[in-house]
């Protein structure tokens, strides 16, 4: 029932910035804990950030801490993700992902979501 749609990606010089958004049609975005995850070609899929349903409660994996920021405007059901400092090993392409209840595991794995992204590609230049 819920889908969500990845925009803002797209070719970038190092250093520089890009705002990813994510759209989701669903009509309960404001229960959901919502995730950024991204994928480089030939490695996994691995946790970028993630923010609880009221916006309070972040975190990010360590690569990206005082670079990117996400956060979420329950009012027109969308989660962003403001992408700083870019570097090159940033270029990937990027999901976002939605879960009611995260688990004890705390929502870092892509098992604990439910509803996925397409997906937008983020390209980090020299």
């Known amino acids: 029932q819920v889908q969500l749609v990845e925009s803002g990606g797209g070719l970038v010089q190092a250093g520089g910035s890009l705002r990813l958004s994510c759209a989701v049609s669903?009509?309960?975005?404001?229960?959901?804990?919502m995730g950024w995850f991204r994928q480089a070609p030939g490695k996994e899929r691995e946790f970028v950030a993630r923010?609880?349903?009221?916006?309070?409660?972040?975190d990010y994996t360590n690569s990206v801490k005082g670079r990117f920021t996400i956060s979420r405007d329950n009012a027109k059901n969308t989660v962003y993700l403001q992408m700083n400092s870019l570097r090159l090993e940033d270029t990937a392409v990027y999901y976002c992902?939605?879960?009611?209840?995260?688990?004890?595991?705390?929502?870092?794995?892509?098992?604990?979501?439910?509803?996925w992204g397409q997906g937008t590609q983020v390209t980090v230049s020299s």
């Open positions: 992902a939605a879960v009611l209840f995260c688990s004890a595991y705390g929502c870092y794995r892509e098992s604990e979501y439910d509803y």
């Open positions: 669903g009509r309960t975005f404001s229960s959901y804990h």
């Open positions: 923010i609880s349903s009221s916006g309070d409660s972040t």
